[in-house]
């Protein structure tokens, strides 16, 4: 005789599944931050991290809720549906779940679009994105053998811990950001911060400022700080690799440090550290197309 579907299961299991797909997402977001260019604050990761452990009761509840009204009420469709074909195969019941949970979703994706005028796109993509996510979950929740909350546990952390560790390999063996290999040509043109402020190198080695920031200690991006023009030179370091590199502009009213390179090859940009050594808080320019260069 076939075991009766105990629907309180299927709730802890969908929910359970649905913190395990934050958690993963939130594995993957991490290993995708290490791949991009430097933020000019970089983040603090203590308090990020403080924030996710208070956040996840609040995760759990609102997996608990969505599970709660859509993920149990599909799957109790599907059985009505596979009852009512006289299906017995437990395919039946997987493969009526996915449109049984966008049903459930239409109503309330509609009313939500409708009422914020919200793009025709964005709302299906939205509308696709949690009829998969809850699908995974009712889904996963299906069998009903002995047991099934343990190994969901199991396999759902050894799916986090594996992505985290394989994230971790890739960014070792050159997944992580990298600075751009430049040169001389590519310094050449204008540069220009959020401003305008604007450095124009010249393949002669010469270099005009106007408006460029002169940080001291304990400035920080966005705050007031000197402003500096005038004329002089400048040169290319290329180091012995691409964190290495750097720019060195000698302009005799202006003092700054060597500018370090960063961005990517169709946006580099140069930088100098703000505020206190280690800081990690950047000040940046970044190289001008050429109808940007005849804007300003």
């Known amino acids: 005789m076939r075991q009766k579907r105990s629907y309180g299961r299927v709730l802890v299991v969908s929910t359970l599944v649905g913190c395990l797909e934050v958690v993963l997402t939130i594995v993957v977001v991490l290993v995708y931050v290490q791949t991009q260019p430097p933020q000019d604050e970089p983040p603090d990761w203590v308090t990020i991290g403080g924030s996710l452990v208070a956040t996840m009761p609040l995760v759990g509840f609102v997996a608990f809720l969505l599970s709660l009204v859509f993920v149990v009420p599909a799957v109790a469709l599907a059985d009505?549906?596979?009852?009512?074909?006289?299906?017995?195969?437990?395919?039946?019941?997987?493969?009526?779940?996915?449109?049984?949970?966008?049903?459930?979703?239409?109503?309330?994706?509609?009313?939500?679009?409708?009422?914020?005028?919200?793009?025709?796109?964005?709302?299906?993509?939205f509308w696709a994105s949690a009829t998969a996510l809850l699908s995974l979950g009712a889904l996963i929740a299906l069998p009903r053998g002995e047991g099934l909350l343990r190994r969901v546990a199991l396999w759902g952390a050894a799916a986090v811990v594996g992505t985290a560790?394989?994230?971790?390999?890739?960014?070792?063996?050159?997944?992580?950001?990298?600075?751009?290999?430049?040169?001389?040509?590519?310094?050449?043109?204008?540069?220009?911060?959020?401003?305008?402020?604007?450095?124009?190198?010249?393949?002669?080695?010469?270099?005009?400022?106007?408006?460029?920031?002169?940080?001291?200690?304990?400035?920080?991006?966005?705050?007031?700080?000197?402003?500096?023009?005038?004329s002089g030179t400048w040169f290319y370091e290329p180091g012995h690799d691409v964190w290495s590199q750097r720019v060195r502009v000698e302009i005799p009213v202006c003092h700054w440090q060597a500018w370090h390179v960063d961005g990517t090859g169709k946006e580099p940009r140069i930088s100098q550290e703000v505020g206190d050594p280690g800081s990690g808080l950047l000040y940046k320019l970044r190289k001008a197309s050429d109808r940007t260069s005849r804007g300003s």
């Open 165 to 230: 560790l394989f994230g971790a390999l890739g960014l070792a063996v050159g997944l992580a950001y990298e600075p751009p290999r430049i040169g001389p040509r590519t310094m050449t043109g204008t540069w220009i911060d959020e401003t305008r402020g604007t450095l124009v190198f010249t393949a002669d080695g010469r270099v005009e400022a106007s408006g460029v920031g002169v940080h001291r200690r304990g400035d920080r991006p966005g705050e007031p700080f000197r402003r500096c023009s005038g």
């Open 80 to 125: 009505l549906i596979v009852r009512g074909l006289g299906g017995r195969a437990a395919w039946w019941a997987a493969g009526a779940s996915p449109p049984a949970v966008a049903a459930l979703l239409a109503a309330p994706v509609l009313i939500y679009a409708t009422h914020n005028d919200t793009e025709t796109g964005s709302t299906l993509l």
